[in-house]
């Protein structure tokens, strides 16, 4: 079969990343040997029941917990290698902000700042001048169809348009990954497939690879890739890839 992946850029490789939380007769093996390889551009599914790691999955990705064992690469860089002693990576922090972009099942902004000012945040306090910053998360901001309420108070917002700037706001960095953790849980069938074919829409643009943890089946047949996640291993899977049209 011909894999439609094979000449793309690799975002982000896992190799054997286990987890192991405590020790002896107390330790949980939460991830048993992850391999996963991501693309620029793709967004691929992570799915699996209450319990089987796809939190500690998302949270070793993000450089939140440390894995116990395996490889991460992220943009052909080997950031996480246990055997040579575990991240190569001096400012994790730093990684975090500039590197990876976090969605959440609630948009978490700052109620009492504007729509740019959210989306500009990060990069102003990581010292990027602030009109630059601005400008960015102008054109992100118009890129997700909430340019008329740039100078709004997030707080005014409906559900959907702070989800769309939570959007623009991880990805003001240009992160070459992008984690989205239920993105689309507390959202109606409509709401929940347009942020699907927006996160499509951005990852093409910008060249971003989405890593979606989801239980929602209304989102589910969008996905042309799934990794299964059971136990702390993955499978993957051809998904159905159905196109968004609404
Ligand atoms: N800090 C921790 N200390 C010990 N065990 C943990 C810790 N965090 C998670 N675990 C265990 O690791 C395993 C995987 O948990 P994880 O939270 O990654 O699963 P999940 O797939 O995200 O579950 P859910 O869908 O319920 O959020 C579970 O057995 C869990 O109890």
């Given at each position: 079969m011909l894999n439609p992946t094979a000449n793309k850029e690799v975002a982000i490789r896992l190799s054997g990343l286990t987890k192991t939380y405590g020790q002896g007769a107390n330790a949980v093996h939460a991830l048993r040997g992850v391999d996963m390889t991501i693309h620029r551009g793709e967004v691929v599914g992570l799915v699996g029941p209450s319990g089987s790691g796809k939190s500690t999955l998302l949270k070793c990705l993000g450089a939140v917990i440390e894995p116990s064992g395996g490889h991460i690469e992220l943009g052909g860089e080997r950031i996480?290698?246990?055997?040579?002693?575990?991240?190569?990576?001096?400012d994790l922090r730093a990684l975090r902000r500039d590197r990876i972009g976090f969605i959440f099942q609630a948009p978490y902004l700052i109620p009492f700042l504007d729509v740019t000012d959210n989306?500009?945040?990060?990069?102003?306090?990581?010292?990027?001048?602030?009109?630059?910053?601005?400008q960015r998360a102008r054109e992100l901001i118009e890129a997700l169809d909430v340019g008329h309420r740039v100078g709004v108070r997030v707080s005014m917002l409906s559900g959907g348009e702070q989800q769309r700037v939570a959007i623009a706001r991880s990805l003001v960095n240009h992160p070459p990954v992008i984690?989205?953790?239920?993105?689309t849980a507390p959202l109606d069938s409509t709401r929940a497939l347009a942020v699907m074919r927006i996160l499509n829409d951005m990852a093409q643009r910008y060249g971003a690879a989405i890593i979606v943890v989801t239980h929602d089946e209304k989102i589910i047949p969008t996905f042309k890739r799934i990794y299964?996640?059971?136990?702390?291993?993955?499978?993957?899977?051809?998904?159905?890839?159905r196109e968004i049209t609404s």
């Amino acid at each position: 079969m011909l894999n439609p992946t094979a000449n793309k850029e690799v975002a982000i490789r896992l190799s054997g990343l286990t987890k192991t939380y405590g020790q002896g007769a107390n330790a949980v093996h939460a991830l048993r040997g992850v391999d996963m390889t991501i693309h620029r551009g793709e967004v691929v599914g992570l799915v699996g029941p209450s319990g089987s790691g796809k939190s500690t999955l998302l949270k070793c990705l993000g450089a939140v917990i440390e894995p116990s064992g395996g490889h991460i690469e992220l943009g052909g860089e080997r950031i996480f290698d246990e055997p040579a002693g575990g991240w190569q990576i001096d400012d994790l922090r730093a990684l975090r902000r500039d590197r990876i972009g976090f969605i959440f099942q609630a948009p978490y902004l700052i109620p009492f700042l504007d729509v740019t000012d959210n989306v500009a945040l990060l990069p102003m306090l990581a010292g990027k001048p602030n009109e630059k910053a601005r400008q960015r998360a102008r054109e992100l901001i118009e890129a997700l169809d909430v340019g008329h309420r740039v100078g709004v108070r997030v707080s005014m917002l409906s559900g959907g348009e702070q989800q769309r700037v939570a959007i623009a706001r991880s990805l003001v960095n240009h992160p070459p990954v992008i984690l989205a953790d239920e993105p689309t849980a507390p959202l109606d069938s409509t709401r929940a497939l347009a942020v699907m074919r927006i996160l499509n829409d951005m990852a093409q643009r910008y060249g971003a690879a989405i890593i979606v943890v989801t239980h929602d089946e209304k989102i589910i047949p969008t996905f042309k890739r799934i990794y299964h996640i059971r136990d702390g291993r993955t499978e993957e899977e051809a998904g159905e890839g159905r196109e968004i049209t609404s």
